[in-house]
Antibody, heavy 121, light 106 residues
Framework: EVQLVQSGAEVKKPGESLQISCKGS????????IAWVRQMPGKGLEWMGI????????RYSPSFQGQVTISVDKSVNTAYLRWSRLKVSDTAMYYC??????????????WGQGTLVTVSS | DIQMTQSPSSLSASVGDRVTITCRSS??????LNWYQQKPGEAPRLLIY???RLQSGVPSRFSGSGSGTDFSLTITSLQPEDFATYYC?????????FGPGTKVDI
């Protein structure tokens, strides 16, 4: 069974650093792109970026380039999303998802349960 | 980046209704269009990919159509479990932008 299990909710202060994780199982983690998606409170879905675990090839949305770092440790089938200095505006639910290819179509077919990040002074 | 719009932003419907949601892209994306359903407190769920292809396990009352810049998601005979927010997403070029969502409620 394909599963993506994310780390638990976090409460942090502005300026602090944070790394959240997404552990995959039930599929070949190394050869499937893993995407990160942000959902701010009461808002829609925003594509942040994507990483290919086998070679760590990473593509960021321009809106998130330089704001976060996406990384992976393929030895433990885990992708990460990291902030070096959190802002109140980073408060959101963050989802990881597997990007899968069917013929030529790319889709997010399995999603993690989400990690709620709350940044407040 | 490709921009995605959806209409309406919300709609009220009843069980048994036929519901259609439209999605438009700022440039042609052929049929590289996905639809997701999200219920409150849950992760999104893939419904349709390739504009019209039903994801495994999704009920056949969901269907998608369109190509180029104009797409639609139709739910025939709305069921209680279909009250949710629906998002389109282009998968033509990185970043794979989502539409703003359409909330379907009673």
């Amino acid at each position: 069974e394909v599963q993506l299990v994310q780390s638990g909710a976090e409460v942090k202060k502005p300026g602090e650093s944070l790394q959240i994780s997404c552990k995959g199982s039930g599929f070949n983690f190394n050869t499937n792109w893993i995407a990160w998606v942000r959902q701010m409170p009461g808002k829609g879905l925003e594509w942040m970026g994507i990483i290919y675990p086998d070679d760590s090839d990473t593509r960021y949305s321009p809106s998130f380039q330089g704001q976060v770092t996406i990384s992976v440790d393929k030895s433990v089938n885990t992708a990460y999303l990291r902030w070096s200095r959190l802002k109140v505006s980073d408060t959101a639910m963050y989802y990881c998802a597997r990007r899968y290819t069917v013929v030529t179509w790319e889709l997010l077919d399995y999603w993690g349960q989400g990690t709620l990040v709350t940044v407040s002074s | 980046d490709i921009q995605m719009t959806q209409s309406p932003s919300s709609l009220s419907a009843s069980v048994g209704d036929r519901v259609t949601i439209t999605c438009r892209s700022s440039q042609s994306i052929a049929n590289f269009l996905n639809w997701y359903q999200q219920k409150p407190g849950e992760a999104p769920r893939l419904l349709i990919y390739g504009a019209s292809r039903l994801q495994s396990g999704v009920p056949s009352r969901f269907s998608g159509s369109g190509s180029g810049t104009d797409f639609s998601l139709t739910i025939t005979s709305l069921q209680p479990e279909d009250f949710a927010t629906y998002y389109c997403q282009e998968s033509y070029s990185n970043p794979f932008t989502f539409g703003p969502g359409t909330k379907v409620d009673i």
